[in-house]
């Protein structure tokens, strides 16, 4: 239950905060625009400090969580599958750093920290 609430609290502070971050963005509401400024890898466009701070707190969460699951969390049937999951993911949000697809990492973090705070509200609810 404690892990939910942490969760549910987590998920709900970086969702808004995720839509805060892009809501000014000029690409949000037309994607295109999202590789404006990247002709080779690493993209070489800006990218806001808000973004970065929110790179910065999801990738701060997956990194905790791998002990996390060790020494906190119940031991369930897919133990190894979140491991790797957060390992993947921690390697994802790397790659997309170092090669600047902060913009469209971006949107992708967003939309998965959605239905996170509806599966973590619906565990509560449970």
């Avoid at 839509?19 to 999202?34: C, D, I, N, Q, S």
């Avoid at 990247?38 to 808000?50: K, Q, W």
């Avoid at 002990?67 to 994802?92: N, S």
């Avoid at 949000?93 to 967003?110: E, K, Q, V």
């Amino acid at each position: 239950w404690e892990m939910s609430c942490w969760s549910l609290l987590f998920y709900a502070v970086v969702t808004i905060f995720g839509f805060y971050a892009v809501h000014h963005e000029p690409w949000l509401t037309k994607p295109a625009r999202m590789w404006y400024g990247c002709e080779m890898i690493p993209c070489g466009y800006d990218v806001s400090n808000n973004l970065v701070l929110q790179y910065c707190l999801q990738l701060g969460y997956y990194v905790q969580g791998i002990p996390a699951l060790y020494i906190w969390d119940l031991k369930r049937k897919d133990f190894y599958q979140m491991v790797i999951h957060h390992c993947v993911t921690i390697c994802l949000i790397c790659y997309s750093i170092g090669t600047n697809f902060i913009r469209a990492g971006a949107m992708i973090l967003l939309i998965h920290d959605v239905c996170d705070v509806l599966m973590e509200a619906a565990k509560l609810f449970r």
